[in-house]
């Protein structure tokens, strides 16, 4: 049966109506059309799916849409801001932290928390921070040295 639920998306107030337990990924690809979170293995342990809610990362795959109505989501689309991508945006550009880029949003988002709780990562920290989002291209270095360049960006902008 379906319900009305309120939910805050990158900062805008959206109306959905679903059942309550559709996966938040599905309202976010399919209802809203933000798909820079992609389904990957459907039960939390890719990372492909990854948005913070309330600036935690969760597997938008197996959380339901009752679960956060009401809560603060952003998505990858949600970073950008007046036309400038986020600094961790930037770093996996420069640091070209992908190939396929299927992880890379779920890497960002991963990315963007730990930055938020921990604004000098060690390499350990980061490779905590990202652990349960696979990278089947291997990128990991490069990730790594991603978020180091974006912690720097950012630590240059404070």
Do not use: W
Not at 76 to 105: K, M, N, W
Not at 134 to 142: A, D, K, L, M, N
């Amino acid at each position: 049966m379906s319900e009305s639920y309120q939910l805050q998306v990158n900062g805008q107030r959206q109306s959905v109506k679903a059942d309550r337990e559709t996966s938040l990924l599905t309202i976010l690809r399919d209802y809203l059309g933000l798909t820079g979170s992609k389904y990957g293995c459907g039960e939390g342990q890719c990372g492909s799916c990854t948005v913070l809610i309330d600036g935690t990362p969760r597997r938008s795959c197996i959380t339901p849409v009752f679960a956060v109505a009401g809560k603060s989501i952003i998505t990858i689309e949600g970073l950008e801001q007046r036309g400038r991508l986020h600094p961790v945006q930037r770093a996996f550009l420069d640091a070209e932290a992908f190939q396929c880029a299927y992880c890379t949003s779920g890497m960002i988002m991963s990315s963007v928390a730990l930055l938020q709780k921990n604004a000098n990562p060690t390499p350990a920290d980061i490779a905590q921070a990202l652990e349960g989002n696979i990278c089947r291209c291997g990128t990991y270095p490069r990730i790594v040295e991603a978020v180091q360049k974006a912690a720097k960006t950012q630590e240059q902008r404070s």
